[in-house]
């Protein structure tokens, strides 16, 4: 017995269908791309964030709660409001994860967010005065249940 005696096909017209461009549906691993994750007490970025900044090894974080957006901007280690976001061991690049709840507690409060979940999004090269920076947009983040959330947060 084979398909069609068993289901009747019908015939359709395809007038005014489009091809979607197999290249819509090309995912990067996560380690391609620049990433930025928050949890309601700390951040970390991708390695490949670091190595899109350069390896720098301290950086400013700008936010702009408005525009749910942040901006990560390589800075030397002198910098006052710099922060060390990697490790750098024999030319090897190791992300940090920053305890920072007095800063991420507020950013959940002011984006709106579930302080039970997890939140990332990638990232994009940018310039501004002639300075290369990261800029993650927050607008539409990934996000899921953080495992050992409630228990710290509930």
Same mark, same amino acid.
């Given at each position: ?5 068993i289901t009747p096909m019908q015939e359709i017209s395809i007038d005014g269908f489009q091809v979607v461009s197999g290249s819509m549906f090309a ?8 990433? @930025? ?6 951040? @970390? ?23 749910? @957006? ?29 305890? @920072? ?54």
């Amino acid at each position: 017995m084979t398909f069609d005696q068993i289901t009747p096909m019908q015939e359709i017209s395809i007038d005014g269908f489009q091809v979607v461009s197999g290249s819509m549906f090309a995912h990067m691993p996560r380690s391609m791309r620049p990433t @930025c994750t928050i949890w309601p007490d700390s951040i @970390c970025f991708s390695k490949y964030s670091i190595y899109m900044l350069n390896n720098c090894e301290h950086v400013r974080i700008e936010v702009n709660t408005a525009k749910r @957006c942040m901006l990560i901007v390589p800075v030397t280690a002198g910098d006052r409001d710099g922060v060390r976001w990697a490790k750098l061991k024999n030319q090897n690049v190791e992300a940090r994860k920053l305890d @920072c709840k007095q800063f991420t507690l507020p950013l959940y409060d002011s984006w709106g967010w579930d302080r039970l979940n997890v939140y990332r999004a990638s990232g994009q090269l940018v310039t501004a005065d002639k300075k290369v920076m990261l800029l993650f947009d927050f607008n539409y983040p990934e996000n899921w249940k953080g495992k050992g959330l409630e228990k710290t947060n509930g």
